[in-house]
């Protein structure tokens, strides 16, 4: 009898599952189509008629689903806000995605349009284009969506509204008061935002911020981030004679700005990557349960390396989570005169590198910037905010010209956090494997703002493929991560905290 009703349970279960996986997939269907229309919308940031189309899209998207919804005017582009109808009785979750994108060369791209999805499948190393009528009933997870913003970020934003439906079509009532915040300038540092939160606080107040944005750990696992870097830029500019000179008439003769900066930038750093500015880490302090943490990362530094076809990575940190820790002061680009089948035989007027200094929540931005420009003038340059004049031309034998980016601070939410155990408790439940915890990632989205003023905890919980080519020609949604969107936010969405 025992074993009767163990089996009938066991069946129940198991239909219950299957009932899951079948809804979840029929609505991957109406997702799929939702998204293609979605991503049919340019959504090029630097483009304001672009987003006030994506901004009416969403208007009609969340309305439909019953969220009451708002154009919050910045002084830029406007930020999309919804909520559903607030129950004070419940906690409240806020979200926040972003509705523009990248700009695209289509000429960059394996299809016609970037703009007008594509569905393609695995083949080799690549991928075949296959048509539309190919998907039927069945969907193929493996299967993918090729088109600009489909990772990101608004396949995120097309998995909540498909989360809203299957919620509403089975009867379940959520736990948690639903807010939307949806950024129109992520892909272009977000600038307005620190001063519109503090102008709609009281609209944005919440329990928690959940940052649904960028790629799943590498393995493809359940993933949840406590905190990310921040960042700001430094320019730096060297000088040699006024306009470009013969090097065969003043080669050893007129100083060098190519060498002034190279010389310049290999005071900063040792040869293992380490900052030699003093001060520049101060304030960090990893403990072993910190570590143990950082080491639970499920990372191969050589595959790593590997991937990324170099020897020996730099040093800062002895593994690559535990390197993120810290901040970084990193050479994104150098130029001088004219290279390759342009190169001339001169003494360049000038050089210049530009800089980006990742930071860590332990370092300020306008600190470690202070710090950069202090060893600069130790090292015998005189430091200018500006194109330096004839007369200081004159007067100073080495100059550097300094131009300063702004400050996107850094966040980390502790990782005992009641909503961050109830987040990873919950997706362990609706995924059924252990999700991968990462105090802090290596990239920047520019939500500190939130924290900062609202003072909540903050978590990102991304959705989609890790190989998805964002940012770049050929952007792509895997299928099976719609899926794996809807489980997600149907799981939070549905399960009350203890």
């Known amino acids: ?156 934003i097309v998995m909540l509204l498909n989360t809203i439906d299957l919620l509403k079509n089975e009867g379940t009532e959520m736990p948690f008061n639903v807010k939307v915040i949806l950024d129109s300038e992520e892909e272009k540092s977000s600038k307005p935002l620190p001063k519109a939160v503090k102008e709609y606080r009281d609209l944005l107040e919440a329990d928690f911020l959940m940052i649904v944005d960028g790629p799943v750990h590498a393995s493809e696992k359940p993933t949840v981030v406590y905190g990310c870097r921040g960042i700001t ?3 730096l500019t060297t000088y040699g004679p006024i306009q470009p000179q013969h090097s065969g008439h003043y080669g050893n003769y007129a100083p060098n700005p190519g060498f002034q900066l190279a010389q310049l930038l290999a005071t900063m750093k040792d040869t293992n990557g380490k900052v030699l500015i003093p001060g520049y880490y101060d304030g960090i302090n990893i403990d072993e349960a910190t570590l143990n943490i950082l080491k639970s990362v499920p990372d191969s530094d050589e595959a790593i390396a590997e991937k990324l076809q170099f020897k020996t990575a730099e040093k800062v940190g002895s593994f690559y989570q535990e390197a993120l820790q810290y901040p970084s002061l990193n050479i994104r680009g150098l130029e001088s005169a004219w290279v390759g089948a342009k ?68 966040f980390r939410t502790s990782m005992d956090n009641p909503y961050g155990v109830f987040l990873t408790k919950t997706m362990k439940e609706t995924f059924g494997e252990d999700v991968i915890q990462i105090r802090t990632m290596g990239g920047t989205v520019p939500i500190a703002p939130f924290i900062n003023e609202l003072k909540i905890p903050a978590f990102i919980v991304p959705a989609v493929n890790p190989d998805n080519n964002q940012h770049s020609p050929n952007e792509n949604v895997k299928i099976g991560q719609l899926a794996y969107g809807i489980k997600m936010f149907y799981g939070v969405l549905s399960t009350p905290m203890e």
């Open 233 to 235: 830029t430094l320019s």
């Open 1 to 156: 009898m025992k074993k009767a009703i163990l089996l009938a349970s066991l069946l129940s279960a198991f239909s219950s599952y299957a009932q899951d996986e079948v809804a979840i997939k029929s609505q991957v269907a109406d997702a799929i189509n939702e998204l293609r229309d979605f991503i049919s919308i340019p959504n090029d940031a630097l483009n304001p008629d672009d987003i006030d189309r994506n901004i009416n899209w969403l208007k009609r998207k969340f309305g439909e689903r019953g969220f009451n919804t708002a154009v919050l005017e910045t002084e830029n582009l406007p930020l999309f806000f919804a909520a559903l109808p607030m129950n004070t009785q419940k906690p409240t979750v806020l979200i926040y995605m972003h509705l523009d994108g990248q700009s695209v060369d289509p000429t960059k791209w394996n299809q016609p349009d970037p703009y007008e999805v594509v569905l393609k499948a695995p083949e080799g190393d690549g991928f075949k284009t296959i048509s539309w009528d190919e998907l039927n009933d069945d969907i193929n997870y493996d299967w993918r969506l090729f088109g600009r913003s489909t990772s990101d970020d608004k396949s995120p």
């Open 343 to 410: 190169a001339r035989t001169i003494v360049p007027e000038s050089a210049t590198a530009e800089l980006d200094l990742r930071l860590v929540v332990e370092s300020d931005g306008t600190r470690l910037k202070k710090l950069v420009k202090d060893h600069i003038s130790k090292q015998g340059y005189k430091v200018l905010d500006h194109e330096p004049s004839k007369e200081e031309r004159m007067q100073f034998d080495k100059i550097v010209y300094v131009k300063e980016g702004s400050v996107t601070d850094a």
